[in-house]
């Protein structure tokens, strides 16, 4: 196609065209001839180049293609989670290697229960975890939550119940350095309860058995922390019914430590054997012998009765276990016609009356009274007066002796004196 179109102005970098019916086209200058000025007239053809254009149009989409393979085919995948054993207070999680496509990864998060958990480190090179401190018998809801610059993906939760104390299912065991004979026993023991045996430290092994510590994998245990006990642990946990505590089998442990019942050691159950003799003890019905040489029964005797903690001389059942004799012997009262011991009477006596106005004013102060015999009579406390049974025509108080205080001694010399100065004197039996 043939135009003609007139040169109106030319610039440095473009020319103004017109056309026949005064429509103006900015056209490059650099396209028309060097000799072009205004008021020239040129000739444009105008055709469509077929070939170039399909060319273009095969790059073009050649181009798209190479974007949808690269980027719209593959995305990141979904984490699957997925649990790979569960203890008592433990539980290990796995999950398949991440797939990122084309994305770039921003975090893997672990979620509890709703609750972020924490993240996982290298989440391209770990696949799994474990989670320890838990609650018996406990269920549990995990999920993860996977960010990347193609956006954010959550695995399915999963419910995970920790076992309980009878539950033996969960212990992996690691065998270390172990004579044939306890290997064998020993992987027909962790059959028996459940268990499973692998012959490497993994993540979910949760005890390393051995009699020898050393080893690569002794070694790989020490390092991850995991309990190593001897064979004689697992031979525990079969006979108890339940997981025991592994205090007691450490490879340098005191085996008394170790539990030989329900929950009960060796230093227990010697407690409970000596408990056990006392209550015997106090079932017993022990012989009370009375002061006229008769014996009385003080309870029920019990037949069948352990009398291996009951000391010689003790009675059972009515009769005596040894050569002495467990007795109680109530004390014997004094007979009515024996006169009261003279160093067990108190004798209030009349004061002699030789004292002097001095004195006498001085007994006057420190409460001295006289009697009805002219006599001087010290004041008793009014708690301990009461009246002499042998002199009742006698008015003055006699004091009680006190326990405690000794009694005065009266010699016959004082007795005689006494009654040579008419005087008299009365004796209280205690």
Same mark, same amino acid.
């Given at each position: ?14 020319? +103004?065209?017109?056309?026949e019916?005064?429509? =103006?086209i900015?056209f490059?200058?650099?396209?028309l ?12 053809t105008?055709?469509?180049?077929h070939a170039?254009e399909s ?17 719209? =085919? ?8 997925? @649990? ?6 433990? +539980? ?7 797939? =990122?496509?084309t ?5 893997l ?6 609750? *972020? ?7 391209? &090179?770990i696949?799994? %975890? ?15 939550v ?13 419910? +995970?119940?920790?076992? *309980?104390m ?6 992996t ?56 006990v ?6 525990? @946990? ?7 505590g ?50 009385? /029964? =003080?309870?029920p005797?019990? &037949? ?27 004390? %014997? ?22 004292t002097?106005?001095? &004195? ?11 009697g009805n ?9 009014p708690? /301990?007066? +009461?009246q002499?049974?042998?002199d ?10 006190v326990r ?6 009266? /010699? /016959?010399?004082? *007795?005689?004196?006494q ?5 008299s004197?009365? &004796?209280?039996?205690?």
């Open positions: 196609m043939l135009i003609s179109l007139t040169v109106g102005k030319v610039d440095a970098g473009v020319a +103004v065209l017109l056309t019916d005064k429509r =103006l900015e490059p200058s650099i396209l001839p060097p000799s072009i000025s205004s008021g020239s007239i040129v000739d444009i105008v055709s469509r180049n170039s060319a273009a149009q095969t790059a073009f989409h050649d181009l798209q293609t190479s974007i949808y393979t690269s980027y719209g =085919l593959h995305s990141p995948a979904t984490p699957t989670l997925r @649990c790979r054993n569960a203890t008592q207070t433990s +539980v290990v999680l796995e999950w398949d290697p991440i797939s =990122l496509a994305a770039s990864l921003r975090s998060s672990l979620f509890r229960n709703g609750s *972020k958990a924490g993240a996982i480190p290298r989440p391209l &090179e696949t799994s %975890t474990k989670i320890s401190g838990l609650a018996i018998d406990t269920e549990y809801v995990f999920h993860l996977l960010r990347t610059s193609a956006g954010t993906y959550t695995s399915e939760k999963l419910r +995970v119940r920790t076992h *309980k009878t539950d033996l299912t969960g212990i065991v690691t065998p270390g350095v172990l004579a044939a004979p306890l290997r064998y026993s020993l992987a027909g023991a962790v059959e028996r309860i459940g268990g499973k045996i692998v012959d490497t430290v993994r993540i979910d092994t949760t005890h390393f058995v051995c009699t020898e510590g050393r080893g690569r994998e002794w070694e790989r245990a020490m390092e991850m922390n995991i309990p190593v001897r064979p004689e642990w697992v031979e525990g @946990c079969e006979r108890e019914g339940r997981i025991v592994v205090r007691g089998y450490y490879l340098n442990a005191d085996p008394r430590l170790r539990q030989v019942g329900q929950g009960v050691g060796v230093q227990g159950s010697g407690q409970q054997r000596r408990t056990e003799s006392q209550t015997s003890i106090k079932r017993a019905a022990p012989a009370l012998q009375t002061g006229d040489g008769s014996k009385q /029964d =003080l309870g005797s019990t &037949e069948g009765t352990d009398t291996s903690g009951i000391s010689p001389g003790t009675a059972v059942n009515g009769q005596q276990s040894g050569k002495m004799e467990v007795m109680r012997e109530p004390p %014997t009262p004094p007979a009515k016609d024996k006169q009261p011991d003279t160093a067990s009477v108190l004798t209030v006596n009349s004061l002699p009356a030789s002097t106005e001095d &004195e006498g004013e001085d007994e006057d102060e420190a409460g001295a009274t006289r015999d002219g006599h001087q009579h010290q004041a008793p406390q708690r /301990d007066l +009461v002499s049974p042998f009742q025509g006698h008015t003055s108080p006699t004091r009680l002796p405690g205080m000794e009694t005065p001694a009266v /010699d /016959d010399k004082s *007795k005689a004196r009654m040579s100065d008419g005087g004197f009365s &004796e209280v039996a205690l």
